[in-house]
């Protein structure tokens, strides 16, 4: 026998069945591709076209040696192509290659069933990798999609069936909604919410980092990804121009250049933070570091994340899932004492300032006493000699940035000024230091929340001053105040429109488009962070608070279980009932022979759609001698049913399809 001879095997699946299923498996792996090896997604293209051929009249299926050799060669070349079979990537591409190996073998009901199973895995993996409404919307069309090519398979006929088994497929998942709803408010949860991520390398990595230096805020300043939104439980929502969103402190600096610096000692908050409590509930984008952000200043214990000099937020793990917290803050800061460490590391010069730069801060010194009157003429001289707030400021050498963009260029982004700015107090000898984080944010009216985008990111500095502690000093409040007042979408719009009056009046045609546009993009993003909020976000603490709500705050969880799960019988007990009641209005004898066809062509036969049964009849007896009697039989009494003049009794021919041995099983309702 010869190994690699061609399968003695041809298809038994359907045509129709077949195309469905391809377009839903292919609709799977389609937000995948990101994730698979190119050549594997064209491989799983041209295995479907070639199933597709092997579906034709005297088409045989390939042998077990050309699918062994497939799979070697399927699994050989990912390894090869990503050094290691073994990740996330190289096990997707693997995953869709034994698809693709799947569906050029599969034949007969099982094997389709298993291709309907795959559908409903890679749809679930499509989550894996994003949870946000849109997804799940999509997966929900591939689940429907599945499960209708699964109807129109068993029910049979061709592609105009389709639209009908989808409406079989529609009651089905609408059949299943109340147990899953049932399940999911009151199954017991033991390990928290339905977000997950996959790995922090496929993540989309947010723009904010630990160093400061010409650009690295004005990079981020035209990009629209969402850092987190924010809503206010108690109502008491500040100003967006007092909205600084803190999350990183920096304390060494080299001119224009900012890092972290040395390891500090922890404050001591308690008692030196005062004002109206500001609580906010944050749901955070995954970034892969460990910031988490609050508005001046975060005064609250939070599990899982401890406060840094500087009073900032830190995770106690890397932000590889979206993470949502809760934390108040209280705006007004009275430090009266400043720890020698933060003092020394509060001071610290560059190793290089220039001497005119010394001269400068030498002359605001001599003609002013206090530290206060030293930060009034620093914004003077900024105000006075024209400084210019720009996306676009050129490139500072690292040497002798400072002094160029002092006294030369004069143009810069937020991180030029809050860099210089906190260099020149230093230099004064008033204590100062970089804050990075957010400003503003864009208020959603229809959801009641502040969505914080990468483009709000901000630099601003901070002042201790002796009677009062740290003070926030803005730099670029002084230089382009409507970039504070207004955002930086409106400030950039603004000065655009007066650069280019012609074009502003243009643009005054679309602004009506434009904001429709606008308020569809808030009303859907409101519906996202609901989803997120009362589904990805139902948790153990979640559910205590909706079984209060109920009143079982105080009923164990076996109770509430057995009750569930109680529920659910009786819910499908019910169900059953509504499903097996003799159906009134069912014509019985169209029933029973579509069923006659539907086995035929699961054997292979395939009623063409111009075919009358007399012509079908004969050749289905042609087809399997074995049952031709039969074949016959029922063909003849289906035609004395549909054309006869006189009513004839529909029971011989019910107990004649019976007989069908491929039928028998399906038959027993009829």
Avoid at 147 to 176: D, E
Avoid at 203 to 226: E, F, K, T, W
Avoid at 330 to 340: K, V
Avoid at 471 to 490: F, H, K, N
């Amino acid at each position: 026998m010869n190994f690699f001879r061609q399968s003695r095997y041809t298809s038994t699946v359907p045509t129709a069945p077949l195309i469905g299923m391809i377009i839903a498996l292919f609709c799977a792996i389609l937000p995948l591709m990101e994730k698979v090896a190119g050549w594997v997604v064209v491989g799983f293209l041209v295995a479907a076209v070639a199933r597709l051929a092997f579906n034709r009249p005297g088409a045989r299926l390939p042998s077990l040696a050309t699918k062994l050799l497939l799979f070697v060669g399927s699994v050989g070349g990912i390894a090869v192509a990503y050094g290691s079979p073994i990740g996330i990537e190289p096990g997707f591409s693997i995953l869709v290659a034994l698809v693709a190996l799947k569906l050029i073998e599969a034949n007969g009901s099982r094997d389709f069933h298993v291709l309907g199973l795959l559908g409903f895995f890679l749809g679930l993996c499509d989550l894996f990798f994003s949870q946000d409404l849109m997804r799940s919307f999509y997966v929900a069309g591939i689940v429907l999609l599945v499960l209708a090519t699964l109807v129109l398979f068993h029910r049979g006929g061709g592609a105009r069936n389709y639209l009908r088994s989808g409406w079989v497929a529609g009651k089905l998942l609408a059949q299943a909604i109340p147990i899953a709803v049932l399940l999911f408010l009151f199954f017991p949860r033991v390990y928290g919410g339905f977000r997950f991520q996959f790995s922090q390398s496929l993540m989309n990595v947010g723009g904010m980092s630990d160093r400061l230096s010409p650009g690295s805020i004005s990079s981020m300043a035209l990009n629209g990804d969402i850092v987190f939104r924010a809503d206010f439980p108690d109502g008491n929502i500040p100003p967006l121009s007092s909205m600084y969103w803190r999350g990183g402190v920096l304390w060494r600096g080299e001119g224009l250049t900012w890092v972290l610096g040395p390891f500090l000692s922890h404050e001591a908050r308690n008692g030196q933070l005062s004002g109206p409590l500001i609580r906010q509930r944050i749901s955070l984008q995954p970034h892969g570091g460990r910031w988490l952000f609050a508005l001046d200043r975060p005064a609250s214990e939070l599990k899982g994340a401890t406060y840094q000099p500087g009073s900032i937020l830190q995770s106690r793990r890397v932000i590889i899932n979206r993470f949502r917290y809760e934390v108040v803050s209280r705006p007004d800061n009275h430090e009266l004492t400043l720890p020698p460490d933060h003092r020394t590391a509060a001071l610290l010069l560059p190793a290089h300032v220039a001497p005119e730069v010394r001269a400068l801060v030498d002359s605001w010194k001599a003609n002013n006493a206090s530290p206060e009157q030293i930060v009034e003429a620093a914004g003077r001289y900024f105000r006075r000699e024209h400084f210019t707030y720009t996306l676009q400021p050129g490139i500072y050498n690292d040497s002798t940035g400072l002094e160029e963009f002092l006294f030369k260029r004069r143009q810069g982004f937020c991180e030029h000024y809050a860099a210089a700015f906190a260099t020149l107090m230093r230099l004064a000898g008033i204590p100062s230091r970089i804050v990075l984080g957010y400003h503003g944010g864009e208020y959603n009216s229809i959801g009641n929340y502040v969505i914080v985008r990468q483009s709000d990111a901000h630099s601003w500095c901070e002042i201790w001053l002796k009677d009062s502690g740290w003070q926030r000093v803005d730099p670029t409040d002084m230089i382009a105040p409507d970039r504070i007042a207004s955002g930086l979408a409106s400030y950039l719009e603004s000065h655009a429109s007066q650069s280019d009056p012609e074009n502003a009046k243009r643009s005054l045609t679309a602004t009506g488009l434009r904001e429709v546009q606008h308020d569809l993009q808030l009303a859907w993003d409101s519906l996202n962070y609901q989803w997120d909020l009362r589904i990805l976000n139902f948790d153990e603490e979640a559910q205590i608070n909706f079984l209060h709500t109920l009143g079982l705050g105080n009923t164990s969880w076996v109770t509430i279980l057995l009750w569930g799960l109680l529920a659910t019988a009786l819910f499908v007990a019910f169900l059953t009932y509504l499903l097996r009641r003799p159906r009134r209005g069912v014509d019985k004898v169209a029933e029973a022979y579509a069923a006659f066809c539907h086995a035929l062509a699961r054997g292979g036969l395939q009623r063409e759609p111009w075919e009358g049964a007399q012509h079908f009849g004969v050749r289905a007896a042609a087809q399997f001698p074995q049952q031709a009697t039969l074949i016959e039989r029922i063909s003849a009494l289906y035609i004395q049913l549909r054309y006869a003049p006189a009513k004839t009794d529909p029971a011989p021919f019910l107990d004649a399809v019976r007989q069908l041995p491929r039928f028998t099983a399906m038959a027993k309702r009829l």
